[in-house]
């Protein structure tokens, strides 16, 4: 480490929407001697793993681990399931459903790439109407990004199911969860999605290192008439190998125990109390952005993400010069404006192992940050959060 990363006392406040703080139980259960990933402990370690990894999805069906970031689930959906030239609906709804597109260009789908405005999610008339059009059933799979990060907006998968439904089509509809799981109720089975992509770094309380496909039984037929190269990821020697505790090749052992102790911890909170905690800590953060005189960049409240909140500042200002003086000063990541939003907006992130005090340190920083700023904006914003959290 150099001079420039010399100690600072008391804990750095990481609020980026992903990675996420890690609760020290889960540090603590990483911390252990490797086993042997071919013997009985660790066979019995995968397997209540897989099955209890089910919960979080809510679903009965098989769920991919891999040892990957979420970038490697994204491509998994897509060569497992998929043939070049397949005809694909994919719709921008911020700067990671970009990068999904990138991945789907590069194995030469044909990408109905719908346009978005980078404040609201998915239209589900849209899906119907771009269904209802495609009197051949040339679409294969609908691609849809539950939360996207960089905008803080919030897509309604059940809406966009009944859309797909109403339609009468038989496309295969794969969702991004990685910044929603464990943090937004997300039902994999009772929306019938075929393949769920999620991450560990977000709201499952994990280091980044593992990635999630979450399968339908419909996915792994179109699995056998998938002709896209796939070796890495290929879900067959996964599933054949997770039915003994296995796996095709050496797995992130300490990510698993981990992964283990997280899923502990989410489900002695429960699921149901882990989205209420996250919409409740939402909505303080919400209430702190409009008190200061700042928009939500999230445009239908409707949208709003429970694991974090996008913040605009006014026009002629550089949010990234926010951001800085927050972490020279009081030492808090806040997350910043990707691409298209470079400058305009910072993140606040408020998923994962957070509480109340932790909100209300956050927004301590955010409004001291202000204050130091040159930007125009109301003081009270924490007040305002604080007021709704004790109510
Ligand atoms: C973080 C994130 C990703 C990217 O995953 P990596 O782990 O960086 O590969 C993809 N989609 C969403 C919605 C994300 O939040």
Redesign the pocket.
């Known amino acids: 480490m150099t001079i420039s990363n010399a100690f600072k006392s008391g804990r750095h406040f990481l609020q980026i ?2 990675p996420t703080n890690i609760p020290d139980r889960v540090l603590r259960a990483m911390d252990y001697p490797i086993i042997d990933h071919r013997g009985s402990k660790f066979a019995n370690l995968t397997k209540s793993i897989l099955d209890r990894i089910k919960m979080v999805f809510k679903t009965k069906e098989p769920v991919v681990i891999y040892p ?5 689930a ?1 491509e998994a959906a897509i060569v497992n399931t998929l043939s070049e030239g397949d005809k694909v609906l994919m719709f921008e709804t911020g700067h ?1 459903s970009f ?2 597109l990138e991945i789907a260009k590069k194995f030469k789908l044909q990408v109905d790439f719908v346009s978005g405005d980078w404040r609201t999610g998915v239209d589900p008339t849209i899906v119907e109407q771009k269904l209802k059009d495609d009197k051949e059933k040339k679409i294969k799979a609908i691609f849809v ?6 905008t803080g907006v919030t897509s309604k998968i059940s809406k966009i199911r009944k859309a797909i439904d109403d339609a009468n089509h038989p496309s295969l509809f794969f969702v ?5 799981l464990g943090s937004i109720d997300y039902r994999h089975e009772e929306w019938k999605v075929d393949v769920t ?1 999620g ?1 560990s ?2 709201g499952l309380l994990l280091p ?1 290192g593992l ?1 999630f496909n979450a399968l339908s039984s419909k996915a792994i037929e179109a699995y056998d008439r998938s002709t896209l190269a796939k070796s890495y990821w290929d879900w067959k020697p996964m599933l054949e190998n997770n039915k003994n505790g296995f796996f095709p090749y050496t797995p992130a052992t300490n990510l698993l125990y981990g992964l283990d102790e997280a899923l502990n911890i989410l489900l002695e909170e429960g699921l149901e109390n882990v989205f209420k905690r996250h919409n409740k800590l939402a909505e303080a953060s919400r209430r702190a952005v409009r008190a200061w005189g700042l928009e939500i960049l999230c445009k239908n409240k409707e949208e709003y993400s429970s694991s974090l909140t996008a913040a605009l500042v006014p026009e002629g200002y550089d949010a990234d010069d926010l951001r800085k003086i927050i972490l020279d000063n009081y030492d808090m990541s806040l997350g910043t404006g990707l691409t298209k939003l470079k400058g305009k907006i910072f993140r606040i992130g408020h998923l994962g192992d957070f509480n109340e005090l932790m909100l209300a340190g956050t927004l301590a920083g955010i409004e001291m940050g202000l204050k130091k700023s040159k930007i125009p904006f109301k003081p009270g914003g924490i007040m305002a959060a604080l007021d709704y959290l004790s109510k």
């Not at 990004?145 to 960089?150: A, G, K, L, Y």
């Open positions: 929407p992903g990957a970031s979420g970038t490697g994204w990671f990068l999904w990004v539950h939360n996207e990060t960089s991004d969860t990685i910044s929603s992509v991450g770094q977000k980044p990635s």
